[in-house]
């Protein structure tokens, strides 16, 4: 009984955040409670009693209430059935029982959940292989258009994946979700090196974008996924590519932090002062995100200092407003120019004054801005917030 109860409560927590068993809109008790009431009003107690044996592979209790004749494929609010739960928990014994005695296999929740889309995300090619014995729809997608092959390639499921290629040569699942996502970037977005690997050998290898314009390698890039970089960067042409922001994977890489992709793509030919459709370059957003390392690493590989956004205002600037001592040190230690003017016609000691920051006016005064760019509004700012500079 301890192991079941072991896996049981391991499968529902490795699926809980796809599977969505618990309430996500108020994210506390009280929500989850809502739930349940609402379980309640939609279940009778049989059936609710039946779901539970299911979800925690109670067969004992299944077969108690399958005799009085409980209606195996009742819904409950979110339009689950025991199957779905069954499956979820990879309880094999409790997906057999149900389907010896003829429940629905195709039953989508409201979410177009169906059992075999959580045989896929599990990885449980033993449930699946039983699914398709007893007639599930191979083909069947949920609301935003994922079937099978998705839900494998997002969970790392590889054998599933090879069943459905090699075994069944569904090569028609590997296309576009309602996110204009096929399962390879689905893999990539999470990072899954085994799968990449595998989905490459089997010739679903794709340098198309999605619905954003984000193609494999933006995604993988964007979440700081290094091995799969690495991997696709063998197979990839225009490491340039922008996506509909105008941002190129490298920038991609910048504005998430992840300093090791950023590097590999540096490596591989990317270019460092390519701007996103903003005119903010990755400098920027590094400063923006408070990214001191990979300013630090973007100076290095002499990215243009002076590259300055919509608003003119300049790295300096904006490190700043956002009150980055070390940023800020790393970009006067750069030599950039300290006097540069955005859009208020404002250098970036004036700005610092009129924020009130006198540390960053002292930074500034010792690095040697010019005085000769003052106007009296300035002066009376500076004598106001650090009278011991003048």
């Not at 919509?310 to 790393?330: D, E, F, T």
């Amino acid at each position: 009984m301890e192991e079941i109860r072991s896996r049981t409560v391991k499968g529902l927590a490795d699926l809980r955040g796809f599977f969505n068993l618990t309430p996500k809109e108020d994210g506390g008790s009280r929500a989850a409670a809502a739930a349940e009431a609402a379980n309640a009003e939609t279940l009778l107690p049989d059936e609710k009693e039946f779901q539970y044996a299911a979800k925690t592979n109670n067969l004992d209790t299944m077969e108690r209430l399958f005799r009085k004749k409980v209606n195996i494929n009742a819904v409950n609010v979110l339009k689950r059935t025991a199957l779905h739960f069954a499956v979820a928990g990879n309880h094999l014994s409790a997906v057999d029982f149900l389907l010896h005695h003829k429940a629905r296999v195709d039953i989508a929740d409201k979410h177009g959940l169906t059992a075999i889309h959580l045989a896929a995300w599990s990885g449980n090619l033993d449930i699946m292989l039983m699914l398709i014995k007893a007639g599930a729809d191979q083909k069947a997608t949920n609301q935003e258009g994922m079937n099978v092959l998705h839900f494998a390639a997002k969970n790392n499921s590889v054998r599933i994946v090879n069943y459905f290629i090699q075994d069944l040569h569904l090569m028609e699942l590997s296309k576009p979700d309602e996110k204009g996502r096929k399962p390879f970037l689905l893999a990539a977005e999470m990072g899954h090196e085994e799968m990449i690997n595998e989905l490459i050998t089997l010739n679903l290898f794709t340098s198309g974008k999605d619905k954003e314009g984000n193609t494999a390698l933006h995604l993988a890039a964007k979440h700081g996924h290094s091995d799969v970089v690495e991997i696709l960067l063998q197979q990839w042409e225009d490491i340039n590519e922008f996506n509909q922001n105008g941002e190129t994977p490298f920038y991609m890489a910048v504005e998430g932090g992840h300093e090791k992709c950023a590097d590999l793509l540096l490596e591989a030919g990317s270019d460092i002062n390519i701007s996103n459709k903003d005119n903010a370059s990755a400098l920027y957003v590094a400063t923006q995100n408070g990214h001191t390392p990979l300013v630090r690493f973007l100076i290095s590989n002499n990215i243009d200092l002076d590259a300055q956004s919509q608003q003119n205002n300049s790295p300096l600037h904006l490190a700043i407003i956002k009150n980055n001592l070390s940023v800020i040190n790393s970009l006067i230690n750069a030599n950039r120019n300290i006097n540069s003017l955005n859009k208020r016609h404002q250098t970036p000691l004036h700005l610092a004054a009129d924020l009130g920051n006198v540390d960053v006016i002292e930074m500034l005064l010792k690095a040697g801005c010019d005085f000769s760019i003052l106007d009296k509004v300035f002066i009376i700012l500076l004598k106001r917030n650090s009278p011991t500079c003048l």
